[in-house]
């Protein structure tokens, strides 16, 4: 069975500081990994993905994310951290090698990022 | 370049009141289309899918219906509400095909309220 797993609920960071979100999977096959950002009241955007090839992923606002297969992790990670960037993020996996609804799309419970000044 | 909307924003109806969400894409042809409900604005879950006009898959049984009456239009339905059916629903897109290797794209989502 596939799974993602966000242990922090909420990650508080001060602005400047580096930021780290943490993200760990389970998957049978190999993994195609994403993570996307939500503001209030809006829809998910997504920021990133790893495929194949590099384990270091770059992707929208400055936010890159490492693939750890060992670990079976993806943590987002961003070098200095915005007030901005406060919001909800979610992590999620598919594994590679279903189709159908076993291959649809497994997300996070969310860690709440909040940035303060 | 691609867009998805959906309508309206936010809605409030009373138990037992029918339903009906609208989504829309624009600048892609033949997406798969998906329906999600974030219950206390964390967690996903995966409501309906279409690979295609009139192919829908439920992942969750319940009171609620989904119909893909044309390439990229996908409503959401139901002929009672409940009170659990409050939540936020969101509507997303992918590129079709099996690679699986493309995002899903949501919309600004609905906010419904079960009065």
């Known amino acids: 069975a596939q799974s993602v797993a966000q242990p922090e609920d909420q990650v508080n960071v001060a602005e400047g500081n580096p930021l780290t979100v943490k993200c760990t999977y389970s998957v049978s096959g190999n993994p195609y990994l994403f993570w996307y950002v939500q503001y209030p009241n809006r829809g998910l955007q997504f920021l990133l993905k790893y495929i194949t090839g590099d384990n270091l992923v770059k992707g929208s606002y400055g936010f890159e994310a490492e693939f750890n297969k060992s670990q079976t992790s993806f943590h987002l990670k961003k070098p200095s951290a915005l007030v901005s960037d406060s919001a909800l993020y979610f992590c999620?996996?598919?594994?590679?090698?279903?189709?159908?609804?076993?291959?649809?799309?497994?997300f996070g419970k969310g860690t709440k990022l909040s940035v303060k000044p | 370049s691609q867009t998805i909307h959906q309508w309206p924003a936010t809605l409030v109806q009373p138990v037992g009141s029918p339903l009906s969400l609208e989504c829309t894409v624009e600048?892609?042809?033949?997406?798969?289309l998906y329906w999600y409900r974030q219950a206390a604005g964390r967690g996903l879950q995966l409501l309906f899918y279409s690979v295609g006009i009139g192919q829908i898959s439920s992942e969750v049984p319940q009171n609620l219906s989904a119909s893909r009456p044309q390439d990229r239009q996908f409503i959401l339905s139901s002929k009672k509400l409940l009170l659990s059916d409050s939540g936020f629903y969101l509507c997303?897109?992918?590129?079709?095909?099996?690679?699986?290797?493309?995002?899903?794209?949501f919309g600004d989502g609905t906010r419904l309220s079960i009065l």
């Open positions: 999620a996996v598919r594994d590679a090698n279903y189709g159908g609804s076993q291959g649809n799309l497994i």
């Open positions: 600048g892609t042809s033949n997406p798969n």
């Open positions: 997303a897109w992918s590129v079709s095909g099996r690679l699986g290797n493309q995002p899903q794209h």
